[in-house]
């Protein structure tokens, strides 16, 4: 009877743990304020202490379940801690999707960092062995998606992007893990991370290192058209800079030999030809100041994509606002006709 009683009372004890632990992930993934701030909650800020950890970031901007992710990741790290409610593999990617999948809703500040954030307090776990439970080390799609927070952050460290790539070849190198080989679409994430940059510390150096980075692949083969896009929209942001006159210089001219690289990789089959790359030439094309330079250059494009058979309404659109109406009409004739009769029956 007595040993009937204290299985009861165990079996009711792990029936409430794991009701709290429910509550708890119901907690953690209930909506919040993405403006939410260490300072603004009696929360531990879990990097503040130097000696816990090499990679110390404050006043970084964290949404409640990123810093709970974080702060089980130093818990791990510093304490050992036995708990059920602790940080996992499966948690920490988990976070890092959220965050990917939020920033299509609304904008998130800081969205780079926190991704970052995660990923360094896996990776300070490397050192750490439990024999009772598993410690969550980042895998190949933990680096995936803190590659895709960064793609999308325009207040996002670029450099700190392509930083994570080359962790994922030092793993590859040095322990062959296989998974961690670096691919084309790792390395288009940090071209994007380029693209997509809006901080002013980046402004002049944006086209250059984003086209430096493409070169450096090129002799690899990790290159295809995406690459080509994203560097030609790094060019495209450096033109329209309105505060550096160096970096609108840089964004022409390094414009000028992206796009002619592309036609080459497209003459040698190295992929298939497309209108995104061509759109943004032409509309690079827009901030050459000499007149007669930029009405050959945006022309000569405007037929090497006749001649490839890409040309839609963006790239038509984009040689629009690159050359005189007059130029135009008397270049695309019926077309413009065409055009112009269907925006007034549409009006």
């Known amino acids: 009877m007595r040993q009937f009683s204290v299985l009861r009372i165990t079996k009711h004890r792990t029936r409430i743990i794991d009701r ?30 130097r000696d816990l950890t090499p990679f110390p970031a404050e006043n970084i901007v964290l949404d409640k379940t990123t810093r709970h992710v974080v702060q089980l990741l130093q818990e791990l790290r510093s304490f050992a801690i036995h708990r059920i409610d602790r940080a996992t593999t499966k948690r920490c990617n988990r976070a890092l999707e959220n965050l990917d999948l939020e920033s299509a809703k609304v904008a998130i500040p800081g969205q780079a960092a926190r991704a970052y954030e995660i990923l360094q307090g896996m990776e300070a776990l490397k050192d750490v062995s439990n024999d009772f439970i598993s410690i969550p080390h980042p895998t190949a799609e933990t680096y995936r998606l803190v590659l895709r927070n960064f793609a999308k952050d325009p207040k996002g ?21 296989l998974d ?38 090129k002799t690899k083969s990790l290159v295809d058209g995406y690459s080509y896009s994203h560097t030609l929209k790094a060019c495209l942001v450096s033109c329209s800079s309105t505060t550096s006159k160096r970096a609108r210089t840089l964004g022409l001219e390094i414009g000028n030999k992206v796009f002619s690289d592309y036609k080459v990789q497209l003459d040698k ?32 494009a405007y037929d090497d994509g006749c001649v490839r058979g890409i040309i839609n309404n963006y790239v038509l659109d984009s040689l629009s606002k690159s050359i005189p109406p007059s130029v135009y009409r008397k270049r695309m004739g019926d077309v413009w006709d065409n055009s112009r009769s269907h925006k007034n029956t549409a009006a």
Do not use: G
């Not at 460290?157 to 930083?163: C, F, G, L, R, V």
């Not at 670096?182 to 693209?195: F, G, I, Q, T």
């Open 20 to 49: 709290l632990c429910h509550l708890t992930t119901i907690a953690q993934n209930r909506p919040v304020s993405w403006e939410d701030k260490f300072s603004r909650i009696n929360l531990l800020n879990p990097w503040s202490n």
């Open 157 to 177: 460290n670029p450099n700190d992007a392509e930083s994570v790539v080359r962790r994922m070849e030092q793993r590859y190198t040095d322990f062959t893990q």
């Open 180 to 217: 961690m080989m670096p691919k084309v679409a790792h390395w288009n994430d940090v071209l994007r991370a380029w693209s997509v940059n809006t901080v002013d510390t980046f402004e002049e150096e944006k086209a250059y290192k984003a086209a430096t980075l493409l070169q450096h692949l």
């Open 269 to 300: 089959k190295l992929f298939e030809a497309d209108s995104f790359p061509y759109s943004l030439y032409l509309q690079i094309c827009r901030y050459l100041p000499q007149s007669k330079r930029r009405h050959e250059l945006a022309l000569s």
